[in-house]
Structures are given as C-alpha cells and as structure tokens.
C-alpha cells in the first residue's frame, strides 16, 4: 500500500479559495466514497472535515467542501480564514485497510 | 460529552515491551470502532488498525500486522496498543480515536501518547 499523493504545500490569501488534491490508485480512491479529510493544527490531534468524500460533520464549516473524480479526491476550502493555516491530509479506504495521504501544509497568507 | 482519554508520555529502551491505552467515556464503547494512527516526528499520519470492542473484529493494516497488538477490555471501556519488542523506530505520537460507519472515519481523537524508545 502506498501513500496517497497530496502536494506538499499551498498557500492562499484570505477570502480566497484553495484547493488539495489526492491522487490514489483504482486500488483506493477509485474504488470507495470513502474518502476523508482531516486537519491538523501544529501540537494538537487530527480533526475530521469531510468523510466519504463529500460530507461534512457537525460543526465544520460550509467554506470545506469535498469531491471525487476517478482516482483523485480534492478538499476545497472557501472564503480562506487565518484560523485555515494547518496541515491537511486525506485518508481512503483501500480494502480492509485505509491509507492516508502525506498530507499538505496550508498557510494563509 | 465523548471523549478519548490516552495514558502518559512512556521512555522505553529498545527491546522492551509496552502497552498504551486510551479510555472512551460518554458514548456506548462497545457501538463504536477504536482506531490507532501513529505519526512520526515531523511526519505524517498512518493508520495502523482498527477494534470494535463489542465483539473483539480487528483489523490491521499490512504495514503493522505482526509489529503491535490491538486490544480492547470493553468492562472498562478501554482500549490499547502493544508492543513486545520496541524498535527506536517506534518513536511516535500514537493517537487513538472514534470510528463510526465501518470503522474508518474518526470522529474524536484522544489527545496522544508520545512514545520515545531509546538507548
């Protein structure tokens, strides 16, 4: 099983929007809406964002939203807010398994 | 109010065993998959497998099957993590969290236990 491929880093200026991609395989993203986000603040537990690819729990924010299409899941996140600055990573079902991606560092400008 | 409480920071040497746990409270224990996910420093996060306490399913990924053990005691709503052997590569932040659905979205997170293994 290898890491899905998230960019590294992305930036955007507040009240703009950004968005994350994750490539997997037909092994993984392709094959499951069950693809999902979480963010990480520096020192702090990861926090769930989207689940199967385009839901989001109570209390996330509507500026986060989530899609698929083929082999690559995005997490769009609109109306950019300093408090957006963390790392993000996705996360896929791969078949009695789940594999994360390398997760993507957003700053705010 | 659901909450994953982990036990402390643990400094072991290489070869010794360990075992970390992570206690849920507020919600029904035994309805809920417990996950493990460790990140390395600096690093990002891998799943490493998945609980359900009410009947014991466990299911780990290939990359740690053989390398920990998952357990759970549902009398005190407790889950844990064990090692046998540490390797100093095992130094990470282990989080435990809530699964829901089939087990593989976490909704609440402990707040992780820092494992050190050094000579």
């Known amino acids: 099983q290898s890491a899905l491929t998230q960019p590294a880093s992305v930036s955007g200026s507040p009240g703009q929007s950004i968005t994350i991609s994750c490539t997997g395989t037909?092994?993984?993203?392709?094959?499951?809406?069950?693809v999902s986000w979480y963010q990480q603040h520096p020192g702090k537990a990861p926090k769930l964002m989207i689940y199967?690819?385009?839901k989001r729990p109570s209390g996330v924010s509507n500026r986060f939203s989530g899609s698929k299409s083929g082999n690559t899941a995005s997490l769009t996140i609109s109306g950019l807010q300093a408090e957006d600055e963390a790392d993000y990573y996705c996360c896929s079902y791969a078949g009695s398994s789940v594999v994360f991606g390398g997760g993507t560092k957003l700053t705010v400008l | 109010e659901v909450q994953l409480v982990q036990s402390g920071a643990e400094v072991k040497k290489p070869g010794e065993s360990l075992k970390i746990s992570c206690k849920g409270s507020?919600?029904?224990?035994?309805?809920?998959?417990i996950g493990w996910v460790r990140q390395m420093p600096g690093k990002g996060l891998e799943w490493m497998g998945i609980?359900?306490?009410?009947?014991?399913?466990?299911?780990?990924s290939p990359s740690f099957q053989g390398q920990v053990t998952i357990s759970a005691d549902k009398s005190i709503s407790t889950a844990y993590l064990q090692w046998s052997s540490l390797k100093a590569s095992d130094t990470a932040m282990y989080y435990c969290?809530?699964?829901f659905g089939d087990g593989y979205n976490f909704d609440y997170w402990g707040q992780g236990t820092l494992v050190t293994v050094s000579s």
């Open positions: 609980i359900y306490p009410g009947d014991s399913d466990t299911r780990y």
């Open positions: 199967e690819v385009s």
């Open positions: 969290a809530r699964g």
């Open positions: 037909s092994s993984d993203v392709g094959s499951y809406n069950l």
């Open positions: 507020g919600y029904s224990f035994t309805s809920y998959w």
